[in-house]
Structure formats: structure tokens, C-alpha cells
């Protein structure tokens, strides 16, 4: 391409002897200018094809590390559903009636009240954008938006678990260990049945439902907001929906 322009440039010279140095020299130097455009095009053009192909690859990691806490959040939120169902079943037998209740029923959904789970999603690859500043890899403003309040979502959501394992743990659990066998078993012999029918009893399921109700039902929807995070993170770095 350079030598087509030098051949056209040293023949217009040519053509007039008295400028034909002059012509040579702009020329020259209209020469060398488009070379160096012509570089740094091709420059510009491998350095952005690198660039979006590191965010491809980065894009795919993202995607695939939120299908898995997709599907880990899913696994929890079930466990809690069973938990607080089983709460709602008790609770709807309350005043507890030693003569009339469905004593198996009982031992089944008292063993589920103690299903406990926390989220903890797979953070690798916003991790890597955070320790190396690589968010300007990201060109879709409202991903790069996502990305950057992800810990956060993650942390208002996980706080209200964390308050209900604190209640399971520190006052459910220790009332069932002490009239209980370990699989809530009531017809066990060294279990004290008169427990279940104490407002102790009452009051620790009542605040065990209300621990799990928080997180699956609190009025900021916490759950709903960080289930719409996620789905919008894998959709927008599916890769069909990529240029």
C-alpha cells in the first residue's frame, strides 16, 4: 500500500522538475503519516480484539459461577420452605392435645423445623474483577452496575438467615436436645411429651416460623431482589445474547 502511494507521489514529481523536491518531501511525509495511522489502527484494532476477548472469557465465568448459586439458592430456599411449613403444621395443632394429636405426624414435622442453610454463593470471578480493577472490562453499564452491588445484595439477604440461625441455635435447638431424641422421635421412651405442650414450646416455634418467615417473606424482599440479581447477571452474560 505504501509503495502504490510512492509510485503516484514520485510520478506527479516528475512531471515538474522545478517543485518536483518539494512534491517528494510533502509526499515522504504524507507517507510516514499514513503508515503511522495505518499502525496504529491495526494497533488499536488487535488491542480491542484482546480486550473483548478477555471480557468473553470473563463473561463465561460469570455466567457459569451464578447458574451454580442459582441453583445453590434455590437448594436452601427449599430447605427453609420445608422448615417453615413444618412450623405452620405444629403451630396449627397448638394447644397441643397429648389424647387427640397424630403422634408421628408430630415427630416428622418437629424433625423438619431444624432444616438450616445459609447461602453462600461462589464469588471467584467478581472477586478477580474486584483485586485486579478489571470492571472496565465489563462495556455493559448495567452489568458492571450488577457486578459492583453484588456483595451487598448478598449481604442484606444473608443477614436475615443469619438471625434465624441464631434463634435455631441458640433456643430452638437447645429446648428439642433436652426433651428430645436426636430425630424428634415422640414415641421414644426417653422422650418427655409434657415438653410439647408447654408455652416454652409454643413460643420457641412461634419465633422459629418467624425467623424463617424473615427470610423468605421479609417486607424488603430481599430474596426477590438478590433471585432477580442472579437471573439478571446469567442472562446478561449468556453468551448468545454477546456481540
Known amino acids: 500500500m505504501i509503495n502504490f502511494f510512492r509510485k503516484i507521489r514520485k510520478q506527479l514529481a516528475d512531471d515538474n522538475k522545478p517543485i518536483k523536491y518539494f512534491r517528494y518531501a510533502i509526499g515522504e511525509i504524507v507517507l510516514v503519516v499514513i503508515g503511522i495511522l495505518i499502525a496504529l489502527s491495526i494497533n488499536n484494532w488487535n488491542e480491542n480484539s484482546k480486550i473483548r476477548q478477555r471480557e468473553r472469557i470473563l463473561l463465561n465465568e460469570i455466567h457459569q459461577e451464578f447458574l451454580n448459586n442459582k441453583e445453590q439458592l434455590k437448594s436452601v430456599v427449599s430447605y427453609h420452605n420445608k422448615a417453615l411449613n413444618a412450623c405452620e403444621k405444629i403451630i396449627a395443632e397448638f394447644p397441643i392435645n397429648l389424647n387427640t394429636v397424630n403422634i408421628d405426624s408430630l415427630s416428622k414435622h ?24 478489571s470492571f472496565e472490562t465489563i462495556t455493559n453499564d448495567r452489568l458492571r452496575r450488577l457486578v459492583v452491588s453484588w456483595q451487598d445484595v448478598v449481604n442484606d439477604y444473608t443477614e436475615d438467615e443469619l438471625i434465624a440461625n441464631h434463634i435455631e441455635i441458640n433456643f430452638f435447638e437447645p429446648y428439642l436436645s433436652k426433651h428430645f431424641p436426636f430425630n424428634c422421635d415422640l414415641r421414644n421412651p426417653k422422650t418427655n411429651l409434657e415438653a410439647i405442650t408447654s408455652l416454652e414450646f409454643e413460643h420457641l416455634i412461634e419465633r422459629r416460623r418467624e425467623g424463617l418467615n424473615d427470610v423468605l417473606n421479609n417486607s424488603d424482599n430481599e430474596l426477590k431482589t438478590i433471585q432477580k440479581t442472579i437471573n439478571e447477571i446469567i442472562e446478561m452474560t449468556d453468551s448468545k445474547y454477546l456481540k
Open 110 to 133: 418437629l424433625f423438619n423445623t431444624q432444616w438450616r442453610y445459609t447461602f453462600n454463593p461462589s464469588q471467584g470471578s467478581i472477586n478477580s474483577l474486584i483485586n485486579t480493577s
